[in-house]
């Protein structure tokens, strides 16, 4: 997939002027089955964690400082977490990340 993106220039009269026409790259995700089906494991298991401790995605997102959107596309493995993610949703949760990871069953 390829986008081209125009580069402008504001001048005092307030028109565009183009600097540049350069390609911007969309890279499709580099995930295999493999990883697709971690993720998505991960995402269920941090729902069921999250709704044991009777919590909506957006109490959950206020713990963890993160917006209720990204942990719904985590919990439903549309994104991959971080390791700062993993992190924060483990102290989150009053868990380690092993442990974490444990209860999630990876």
């Given at each position: ?37 971690l993720?998505?494991q ?26 209720r959107?990204?942990v ?12 700062g993610?993993?992190?924060a ?18």
């Amino acid at each position: 997939m390829r986008i081209s993106l125009m580069l402008a220039s504001v001048c005092r009269s307030k028109i565009l002027i183009p600097l540049c026409s350069a390609p911007l790259f969309v890279t499709r995700s580099r995930q295999n089955g493999t990883d697709q089906k971690l993720i998505l494991q991960f995402g269920q298991g941090v729902r069921r964690l999250r709704e044991e401790l009777k919590l909506s995605q957006e109490d959950f997102a206020e713990r963890v400082d993160m917006h209720r959107t990204y942990v719904g596309m985590i919990e439903r493995g549309e994104r991959s977490p971080t390791l700062g993610t993993l992190a924060a949703w483990a102290q989150a949760l009053q868990l380690s990340v092993s442990e974490l990871m444990r209860k999630v069953g990876l």
